[in-house]
Structures are given as structure tokens and as C-alpha cells.
């Protein structure tokens, strides 16, 4: 990345996105881009302090991204590393210079995260990163999903911003079908209600 000229406080998620793509690629990791950093590059811009990546990490794998993210620069715990990837759960790298965190996040092995992780594409993006990302479609049922965990309207307000600048490129046949699987009708429903009441007034 040639960061070494720069001040860490200074590092962007977009550059600490793009260190934790290279090292997962480099080990040969199956990962995908997700959240709201993923929501934004599809959507509207919005500020962000982290990254959720979901990353097909592995017990064996763990010393080496350890190694790869060292104190004093960075925050990783083994141990909670080597829960999460037990428990299919999450654990943080944390840049400290800057306080970027990334959520490193297993896939649960359920069928919607082998749809997901199958459906990962690449996106660069002006010489700032070259990453593989979740589909747009996959993004948006997760949003929906924390939505009907929390119901943020942030969630809602990212789906948005990914409909108006995505519109017919996004495969509504394939959300609804997940939609119907997740238990997400409700959400998606509230979603189009509100999107065709916001275009009305």
C-alpha cells in the first residue's frame, strides 16, 4: 500500500479496507466487503469509522493475520479471533493510530451466506481499492435484516440510497425470494411503502 510516508492518524477506512483485501487475498481467504461501506459504494455516501468484512477465516490462518496486524499499530486478540471462527461469529482488528475498526465476521454456513459469498464481485474504485464486495442485492438483505433486529432507520435510509442510484439494475426477483426465506416481507414492504410515499410528497 506504501502507507509509510503518511501519518496513521491520518489512515482512511477505504486504505485500511484495502490492507485487510491484500492480506486476505495473499492467504488465499475467501472474503466480501459488506455493511455499510459496501451500501455506500453502491448507493449514497455517508460517514462510516468501520469496515465489516465477512471472511472465511480459518483456526490455522489465525497466527499469521496476527502477525500480520502487530502491536503497537494494531489491536487483534488471538483468543477472540480463535472464538469467533469456532463460534461463526465476529472479532475486530483495530487500527489504534486512527481508531478504524474492522469486523471480521465468519459466514454462518447457512444457505443465504453460501448464496452470498457465492455471489461476491470485484469493485475498484479510482486507485483508492481494488476489493471484492457483496452483491448489492445481498447488502440490501442484510440491511434489512439489521433493521428488523434494531430497526435503525439508517439501514432503511442506506436501501435507499442504493435503489435510487442502482433502480432496475438490482434483481428484485432474487430479494423477494430471500425476502420470503429470511423472514424479511415485512421490512422489505414497510421499505417500498415508505420509498413510494417519500416520491409522492
Known amino acids: 500500500m506504501g502507507l509509510c510516508h503518511m501519518n496513521p492518524s491520518e489512515l482512511q477506512p477505504h ?5 485487510i483485501a491484500t492480506f486476505f487475498e495473499s492467504q488465499g481467504i475467501q472474503y466480501l466487503v459488506v455493511g455499510s461501506v459496501a451500501s455506500m459504494r453502491y448507493g449514497e ?7 465489516d468484512i465477512l471472511a472465511d477465516v480459518r483456526l490455522e490462518q489465525i497466527a499469521s493475520l496476527c502477525a500480520s496486524f502487530p502491536a503497537p499499530e ?7 479471533a480463535c472464538d469467533a471462527v469456532d463460534r461463526k461469529s465476529q472479532f475486530n482488528i483495530i487500527h489504534l493510530a486512527s481508531g478504524l475498526k474492522v469486523d471480521v465476521i465468519i ?12 455471489r461476491g464481485r470485484r469493485l475498484t474504485s479510482g486507485g483508492e481499492f481494488s476489493a471484492t464486495f457483496a452483491s448489492p442485492e445481498d447488502v ?12 435503525s432507520d439508517k439501514h432503511l435510509r442506506d436501501i435507499a440510497g442504493m435503489v435510487k442510484v442502482l433502480g432496475d ?23 417500498l411503502e415508505r420509498l413510494s410515499l417519500n416520491r409522492c410528497t
Open 107 to 118: 459466514p454462518p454456513g447457512t444457505e443465504f451466506s453460501r448464496s452470498e459469498m457465492s
Open 74 to 80: 494494531y489491536y487483534v486478540s488471538e483468543q477472540a
Open 45 to 51: 455516501p455517508r460517514f462510516t469509522n468501520d469496515v
Open 140 to 151: 440490501l438483505l442484510n440491511k434489512l435484516r439489521f433493521y428488523q433486529i434494531g430497526e
Open 169 to 191: 439494475k438490482l434483481d428484485r426477483d432474487y430479494i423477494e425470494t430471500w425476502c420470503e426465506k429470511l423472514g424479511l416481507k415485512a421490512e422489505w414492504k414497510l421499505f
Open 15 to 19: 486504505e485500511l479496507l484495502q490492507i
